[in-house]
C-alpha cells in the first residue's frame, strides 16, 4: 500500500474531509488532494504528521528476505555508472521479451 492510498483510507474511516484534515494538520485542503491522487509523495515525516491528526500511528517493520543478497553484487551494482544501469536493464527487458514471444510461438503451435 502506498502512501496516498493509506491516507485516503484513514481519512475517509475517520470520516473526515481533505479540508478538515488539512486545517488539522495545518496545511491547505490542495496538499492533501495532491499527496491522495498520488501526485506528490510525502516524506515519511509528513505522512506520520497527517496519520497521526486522524488519530493513526505508522508502524513499520523489516522482514527478512527468503533469500541471501550476495553483498558482492551489490557492491558491483552500486560501483556501475547510470548508462551502465540502463543498458543492464534494457539486456534484461529483452531477454524477457524474447521468453514472452517463444511461449507464445510454443503455445500457438501446442
Same mark, same amino acid.
Given at each position: 500500500?502506498?502512501?496516498?492510498?493509506?491516507?485516503?483510507?484513514?481519512?475517509?474511516?475517520?470520516?473526515?474531509?481533505?479540508?478538515?484534515?488539512?486545517?488539522?494538520?495545518?496545511?491547505?485542503?490542495?496538499?492533501?488532494?495532491?499527496?491522495?491522487?498520488?501526485?506528490?509523495?510525502?516524506?515519511?515525516?509528513? !505522512?506520520?504528521?497527517?496519520? !497521526?491528526?486522524?488519530?493513526?500511528?505508522?508502524?513499520?517493520?523489516?522482514?527478512? !528476505?527468503?533469500?541471501?543478497?550476495?553483498?558482492?553484487?551489490?557492491?558491483?551494482?552500486?560501483?556501475?555508472?547510470?548508462?551502465?544501469?540502463?543498458?543492464?536493464?534494457?539486456?534484461?527487458?529483452?531477454?524477457?521479451?524474447? !521468453?514472452?514471444?517463444?511461449?507464445?510461438?510454443?503455445?500457438?503451435?501446442?
Amino acid at each position: 500500500m502506498n502512501a496516498a492510498a493509506l491516507l485516503v483510507d484513514a481519512r475517509r474511516r475517520r470520516g473526515i474531509s481533505q479540508r478538515s484534515l488539512a486545517r488539522r494538520a495545518g496545511t491547505s485542503q490542495a496538499a492533501i488532494s495532491r499527496i491522495e491522487a498520488g501526485l506528490e509523495s510525502p516524506t515519511l515525516e509528513r !505522512l506520520e504528521r497527517l496519520l !497521526l491528526v486522524l488519530g493513526e500511528r505508522l508502524v513499520c517493520t523489516l522482514v527478512t !528476505l527468503e533469500h541471501d543478497v550476495d553483498p558482492a553484487a551489490l557492491e558491483a551494482g552500486g560501483r556501475m555508472t547510470p548508462a551502465d544501469r540502463l543498458a543492464e536493464s534494457a539486456s534484461w527487458n529483452l531477454v524477457a521479451t524474447q !521468453l514472452e514471444i517463444a511461449g507464445a510461438n510454443a503455445r500457438r503451435s501446442g
